[in-house]
């Protein structure tokens, strides 16, 4: 079985501040919805903001590999995918 994309110390940041501001704000909220580039699928910063089993939904640009889509289903995430409306 394939293993997912997805960094095991979830969603992070590369700013030490910028993490504590936004893990506050997710501990505060009734739920929590990640927007996430697709380009930072995979990719671990320097300290975690918030556990996938935590966020509600997970919002990106593009499809994630199947592997990763699984591991956020696996997690209660529910993941929306933008849809480009530019003509």
């Known amino acids: 079985e394939s293993q997912s994309n997805f960094p095991k110390g ?34 671990l910063a320097f300290t975690t903001i918030v556990q996938p089993q935590s966020v509600e939904i997970h919002i990106t ?8 889509k699984k591991w956020l289903a696996q997690q209660g995430t529910r993941l929306l995918i933008a849809q480009n409306t530019r003509r």
Do not use: Q
Not at 61 to 68: M, Q, R, V, W
């Open 10 to 43: 979830g969603f992070t940041d590369a700013s030490l501040v910028g993490a504590e501001v936004k893990t506050r704000l997710i501990g505060s909220a009734k739920s929590a919805v990640v927007l996430v580039d697709h380009t930072r699928f995979g990719v």
């Open 61 to 68: 640009d593009a499809e994630p590999d199947t592997a990763t």
